[in-house]
Structure formats: C-alpha cells, structure tokens
C-alpha cells in the first residue's frame, strides 16, 4: 500500500498528463458536415419530383460513399437523423397552439377542418 490517496494520485497524473477522455471536436464537424450534404440531397430530390416524399437517409449515405465523400461506416441513418433534427433543427415541427373557447358551445360553432390557421389538437 502507498500513503497517497487515490484521489490525490489522479489530481498529480492529471497536472501532468492533462485529461484522460479527450474529445476530437474536428470529427464532430465533419459529421456536421455531411449532415448538411445529406440534407441538401434531400431538399434537391423533393425540388426535382412533384412527390413530397423525400429520399431515405440510407440511400443519401450510399450515394455518399459511392461518390467517395465519406467512409462506410463512417455515419450511420439514425445518427445522421439525430444530427439534423436536433442539432441542425432539420424538420422542424410547427409549434401547435392550445385554443379555447372565448364563449360557450363555440367549439361546435367552429369549423374544425384542419386549415393554415387551426389545427384540432389535443392537450
């Protein structure tokens, strides 16, 4: 047994070696990057057809490294999706507002069609 503690040991190692878990803040960039690649082949392909639809990840990521932009592997569908949805705020939603009546029975007086204006919700 040693007279340091554990902790005092790591607090010496750490003045000297610095941090063990080092983040490589470039390779999130880059995944950033083909993010936006994917999303702008997206955007491309629902320009092009009168289909709304829009190409599934997977086969942007395909393209991708058929094209040799990217590495197999190097990114996969859902952590590409996860990247623009929340991080590049890819599809984002339309914020849903609560609507009450001002007087009584008017939700059966109002048309409830879903509309630019009003969209039935419920809370």
């Known amino acids: ?18 941090k063990l878990k080092k983040v490589d803040r ?3 960039q880059r995944k950033r990057e083909l ?8 955007e491309k392909g629902k320009q092009r057809s009168d289909d709304p639809r829009e190409m ?13 932009v990217m ?3 190097e990114l996969s569908a859902s952590h590409a999706n996860h990247i623009a949805r929340n991080e590049l705020m890819y599809r984002e939603e339309t914020p849903r507002v609560r609507w ?9 007086q109002t048309d409830g069609s ?3 204006f009003f969209r039935p919700w419920r809370y």
């Open 114 to 116: 879903t509309s630019k």
């Open 35 to 42: 993010v936006k690649l994917i999303i702008e082949m997206k």
């Open 56 to 68: 599934a990840t997977e086969r942007c990521l395909n393209r991708l490294v058929r094209k040799g």
């Open 71 to 73: 590495k197999k592997g």
């Open 26 to 28: 470039n390779k999130d």
């Open 1 to 18: 047994e040693y007279s340091v503690s554990k902790h005092k040991f790591h607090r010496e190692r750490r003045k000297i070696e610095g």
């Open 100 to 108: 009450e009546c001002d007087y009584a029975l008017q939700e059966v």
